[in-house]
């Protein structure tokens, strides 16, 4: 029997992140486990802290006297013998730390969803106590003597020995008084029993057969005859809007949990629509649940327990769902998997899909990837034959691909129109609300730091260095948030002349003004971050525009995450070119994706359906490609762009932040690890350290290092180094107050 436990302490402290011995007390030798959560007396003052056990073992080099016991289990679930999570959890967060770099009690936080700070929805319970002859004795005893009350309880505890505690006293009408009496001459038991929440009300029904089309069974089939081989496979589901990939997942899911195994199905949280959750409620009743944001803590840790007690088969949710504890995982299923909510960006920074991935290896599971435009990782690893690819080129929804057109903006300007909204497209609104139709206006703002456009001819001022724009700072200066070049704000543009230099900034409510007093008849919508702060307000404003209570709905990207409404025929790109400019290797590939999701709004219904994107850079192959929903062109382009810059996917890059509330601080400790590496590895390509993005948030200042090596691995050894320099000038006192973050090829720029 094992006698002592290796566990991480719950501190986000690098020297302390090593496992502590602690003697196991006889009474919890059954009950402690790999991944047990347990509370232990820790350091010279025995402050009692949470531990992760990692490890058990009969035999100790220490002796015993030097050793302190487990004090108790924080989550009693999170103990049970028969459930091998604990277990392979352990070796997935040990994978998440040497990979992604964190200490191991936070990636043990991050994979061991802990419940220990929801509070439990517990229920009294009465409870029989007797064998079924005592209770008849019993029975007749309360007969006798005419105890109704007594008797009548009792022959409902004989029917169904377990009773709520509000149902005995409200419906069977039991006196307290009566209740007391017969536990005392131990007739039955009043318990504290936890109630497991369920959000799901909705019942299984009769779904409807699902036909599935040629391209359809060929995906279905090539994941479940990986299932049935026992192979770990991924598979990329290239399938353009429309086009069923739904219908695939369910039908994969329910096969996979028809042998007895269980299925995790993530959605990003602004895709969590109830349309898309009653699709699968319909197919698996109650044996499918939700979490996501919308739950309370107590909610959340309710279904992660009924996951870990069997009575689920399918859990739906974002990114956390990937850590629901099922013991019999057989598929993950990864919607919209270029979402960049699929990255964690507290530390351990990992991305969902290869942790997906590794899980999947784990536990003897497959994994599929779905997306009408892949992230450009995904889609070239398919290409080089890691992933396989499956294509559904065929909109099965629905009507027909939308009509694409582009308006040049420095064309309208040239023809003395100033405003928002295109000649063409005025003429088209005007037209679909006199004919009934429904109008959305997308306004493209994602990733704008104030760049820097001339509005004149459209060019855009760029870093030299590094290739991508330059950001407008307070202070009359423009600045390179990658490698820190900076230069003067431009007051002519170097291409034309033209003095009409702006900083490109944009809101909708600017736009739903812009349309009250264009189309002052028109019913309008708006939807961004300030009219989705209160609870449900985001599924308000969109029944209403299903239930075509308004013509026009405006919002940012979150109105273009695959929503079905038929009645819409008109969509809008508004500055489509605003992503564009982001100050990210990723601006191009963000732009296409979100046009063409944009795009596949419309036309979805009987009725043909419209597009106009408006762009200052018409000729912009992410435009271009997306007005054609052609993916592999777009691929193709930008793929020789990340191999010239030598960005992901075409290699790796590692990101280092520093922070610190001392600005001085944070840039030595910055220069110190960036002198460091490149002493030690010279043939990598180190850029900076530079101011981040945002130098300075909430009086922290932040500093940030790249690198880049076609070898992940390498880059992993870089971390390494990094993490055991830090380690050596903490030792030496040197940096007491910065803090530092690792980051494996980020989606996000800093």
Not at 390 to 402: M, V, W
Not at 417 to 446: H, P, V
Not at 569 to 591: F, K, P, Q
Request: proline share 4%; net charge positive; glycine share 8%.
């Amino acid at each position: 029997m094992n006698k002592y436990a290796q566990i991480i302490v719950d501190i986000a402290l690098s020297k302390l992140d090593r496992p502590f011995t602690y003697r196991v007390p006889e009474s919890l030798r059954e009950a402690i486990q790999p991944g047990t959560v347990v509370n232990i007396p820790f350091g010279r003052a025995n402050t009692i802290r949470k531990g992760y056990v990692i490890g058990l073992t009969d035999q100790c080099g220490l002796p015993d006297e030097r050793l302190k016991d487990i004090e108790g289990i924080v989550r009693e679930e999170s103990s049970r013998s028969d459930d091998p999570y604990g277990g392979y959890a352990v070796r997935l967060a040990a994978w998440m730390r040497a990979r992604y770099g964190s200490t191991m009690a936070a990636a043990l936080k991050t994979v061991l969803p802990s419940s220990s700070a929801a509070k439990p929805l517990m229920k009294r319970e009465v409870r029989l106590l007797l064998s079924p002859e005592e209770a008849q004795e019993k029975l007749l005893f309360y007969q006798k003597k005419h105890q109704v009350a007594r008797e009548r309880l009792l022959s409902e505890l004989i029917r169904v020995p377990r009773q709520p505690y509000s149902l005995v006293v409200n419906k069977l009408h039991i006196s307290a008084q009566n209740l007391r009496a017969m536990q005392k001459s131990g007739v039955l038991a009043i318990e504290e029993v936890r109630t497991l929440r369920n959000p799901v009300s909705v019942r299984k029904t009769q779904a409807q057969t699902l036909v599935h089309s040629r391209e359809q069974e060929e995906a279905i089939q090539s994941v479940l005859g990986d299932f049935e081989r026992g192979e770990s496979t991924v598979t990329l589901l290239h399938g353009i809007t429309g086009s069923g990939k739904t219908e695939v997942y369910i039908s994969i899911i329910r096969e996979i949990c028809a042998q007895g195994r269980q299925a995790i199905m993530l959605i990003p949280e602004i895709s969590l629509t109830y349309q898309t959750l009653l699709r699968f409620y319909r197919h698996f009743g109650s044996r499918v649940s939700v979490v996501s944001s919308a739950l309370s803590a107590g909610e959340k840790a309710d279904q992660f327990e009924r996951a870990r007690r069997g009575e689920l088969d399918v859990m739906i949710g974002p990114r956390s769902a990937l850590f629901t504890p099922f013991s019999k995982l057989g598929v993950i299923v990864i919607d919209e998997e270029h979402e960049n909510s699929y990255k964690n960006e507290s530390m351990p920074k990992y991305h969902t899909r290869d942790a997906a991935i590794q899980i999947a290896k784990m536990r003897g599971a497959c994994v599929v990837l779905g997306s009408a435009t892949p992230s450009m990782d995904s889609y070239h690893r398919a290409m080089k034959g890691e992933f396989r690819l499956c294509r559904l080129s065929q909109r099965l929804t629905g009507g027909t691909l939308p009509s694409v057109e582009i308006t040049d903006m420095r064309q309208e300007l040239r023809d003395g129109n100033r405003s928002i909204l295109s000649a063409r497209l005025q003429e088209l609104i005007t037209k679909r609300l006199d004919g009934g139709e429904q109008i959305m206006l997308f306004l493209n703002r994602r990733g704008v730091s104030g760049f820097v456009s001339c509005r004149s001819c459209g060019f855009v001022f760029k870093c030299p260095h590094c290739d991508v724009t330059l950001s407008l700072h307070r202070g009359g200066r423009m600045l390179c948030h990658y490698c820190g070049h900076e230069e003067p704000a431009a007051k002519v543009c170097p291409e034309c002349g033209s003095p009409y230099i702006l900083g490109m900034r944009a809101g909708t409510q600017q736009v739903e003004e812009t349309m009250h007093r264009m189309y002052p008849k028109a019913r309008v919508l708006r939807m961004d971050a300030d009219t989705t702060s209160a609870k449900g307000s985001y599924e308000r404003i969109l029944s209403s525009f299903a239930n075509e209570e308004a013509d026009i709905l405006i919002g940012t990207q979150m109105i273009v995450k695959g929503h079905d409404f038929p009645k819409v025929t008109l969509v809008g790109i508004l500055m489509a070119d605003l992503s564009l400019y982001a100050s990210d290797y990723c601006a191009g590939e963000r732009t296409f994706q979100l046009l063409t999701q944009a795009a596949g709004r419309a036309g979805r219904g009987e009725s043909p359906g419209t597009v106009v994107i408006q762009t200052y850079q018409p000729d912009h192959y992410s435009i271009r490609r997306a007005a054609s929903q052609d993916y592999e062109g777009f691929y193709e382009e930008e793929i020789m762009y990340r191999e010239v810059m030598h960005y992901p996917p075409a290699a790796h890059m590692l990101g280092i932040q520093f922070q610190s509330e001392l600005e001085d601080r944070a840039m030595a400790m910055a220069g110190y690890i960036a002198m460091r590496i490149r002493k030690q590895f010279p043939d990598l390509t180190v850029i900076g350290p530079a101011a981040a993005s945002y130098g300075r948030l909430r009086d922290i200042y932040r500093f940030v290092l790249y690198i880049k090596e076609e070898s992940y691995d390498t880059l992993m050894q870089c971390k390494d180094t990094a993490e055991a320099y830090l380690d050596c000038l903490r030792e030496k006192g040197i940096d007491t107050k910065v803090q530092v973050f690792f980051d494996f090829d980020p989606v996000n720029p800093y």
